[in-house]
């Protein structure tokens, strides 16, 4: 059975699953779903297109799905994905995809704190942290695990690796290599993200394999494709070092170096 305060708005269209409470204040519009024991706090808003995954929390005052903020928005656009046992804190705004029959992707099990801000066709992974006041620009796609932390803004199209770790403020304008940690403003590689791999149970030998392998991107004469090659010639392939090897590969934008 769902709970529903008196003085929210629910569109009669919405897909409540059991379990369900809804604040006052709240307007939760057609084309809704909400996942079984979600929770939607006060003023919070949820317009659809919008699947909300099971057991998501989402606080007073978030957006989650208004228009992508586009000068020359084309059409109605798309719509919104929050994976199961997502945290969405006070005043995040999540928009929808500008393309009809896309979405906006935010993971399963992430924490976006107060202000955080993810725009229009972002790809968020699962377990990703964002704390408060986070902005990342349209198209951003952010792997699992991720952390991104201290005011930092991340520049449209850009790709931030699985497992890295971001403190700022700084703004991101290139793509950042999985594993490592990045600060400074302009950002820098300051090294691995050594909690965050042990946390994930990644061995001690692996994480000396990632060192070379960044030693060899970061130091090593020659270009990222050359360094790639290296890489995965030189070292064993165990899925991280594939990570890493892929992650270079389709880097558009260009890579962050840095020391590890």
Do not use: W
């Given at each position: 059975?769902?709970?529903?305060?008196?003085?929210?708005?629910?569109?009669?269209?919405?897909?409540?699953?059991?379990?369900?409470?809804?604040?006052?204040?709240?307007?939760?519009?057609?084309?809704?779903?909400?996942?079984?024991?979600?929770?939607?706090?006060?003023?919070?808003?949820?317009?659809?297109?919008?699947?909300?995954?099971?057991?998501?929390?989402?606080?007073?005052?978030?957006?989650?799905?208004?228009?992508?903020?586009?000068?020359?928005?084309?059409?109605?656009?798309?719509?919104?994905?929050?994976?199961?046992?997502?945290?969405?804190?006070?005043?995040?705004?999540?928009?929808?995809?500008?393309?009809?029959?896309?979405?906006?992707?935010?993971g399963?099990?992430?924490?976006?704190?107060?202000g955080?801000?993810?725009?229009?066709?972002?790809?968020?992974?699962?377990?990703?942290?964002?704390?408060?006041?986070?902005a990342?620009?349209?198209?951003?796609?952010?792997?699992?695990?991720?952390?991104?932390?201290?005011?930092?803004?991340?520049?449209?199209?850009?790709?931030?690796?699985?497992?890295?770790?971001?403190t700022?403020?700084?703004?991101?304008?290139?793509?950042?290599?999985?594993?490592t940690?990045?600060?400074?403003?302009?950002?820098?590689?300051?090294?691995?993200?050594?909690?965050?791999?042990?946390?994930?149970?990644?061995?001690?030998?692996?994480r000396?394999?990632?060192?070379?392998?960044?030693?060899?991107?970061?130091?090593?004469?020659?270009?990222a494709?050359?360094?790639?090659?290296?890489?995965?010639?030189?070292?064993?392939?165990?899925?991280?070092?594939?990570?890493?090897?892929?992650?270079?590969r389709?880097?558009?934008r260009?890579?962050?170096?840095?020391?590890?």
């Amino acid at each position: 059975m769902s709970l529903i305060h008196p003085a929210a708005h629910v569109d009669p269209a919405v897909v409540l699953g059991p379990g369900v409470r809804i604040g006052p204040g709240a307007v939760v519009g057609a084309g809704v779903r909400l996942g079984e024991e979600c929770e939607v706090g006060p003023h919070a808003v949820i317009e659809g297109p919008a699947v909300i995954g099971p057991r998501c929390r989402i606080f007073a005052g978030a957006a989650v799905g208004a228009e992508p903020q586009v000068v020359k928005p084309q059409g109605p656009g798309g719509g919104v994905e929050i994976g199961a046992g997502t945290v969405l804190r006070e005043a995040v705004s999540v928009h929808r995809s500008m393309y009809e029959g896309k979405v906006t992707r935010v993971g399963g099990e992430c924490y976006l704190m107060v202000g955080a801000h993810v725009a229009h066709d972002c790809q968020v992974g699962d377990r990703v942290i964002f704390t408060n006041g986070i902005a990342l620009g349209g198209h951003v796609q952010v792997g699992d695990d991720a952390f991104i932390a201290h005011c930092a803004g991340v520049h449209q199209f850009v790709h931030i690796g699985p497992g890295v770790l971001i403190t700022g403020p700084s703004g991101v304008r290139k793509d950042v290599p999985p594993y490592t940690t990045v600060e400074g403003n302009p950002p820098r590689v300051r090294g691995l993200n050594v909690v965050g791999l042990k946390r994930r149970g990644v061995s001690a030998e692996v994480r000396g394999h990632l060192k070379q392998a960044y030693r060899i991107l970061f130091q090593g004469a020659g270009t990222a494709a050359e360094a790639a090659a290296r890489i995965e010639a030189e070292l064993p392939p165990g899925r991280e070092i594939q990570t890493v090897v892929q992650f270079i590969r389709s880097s558009e934008r260009g890579l962050y170096h840095g020391a590890v």
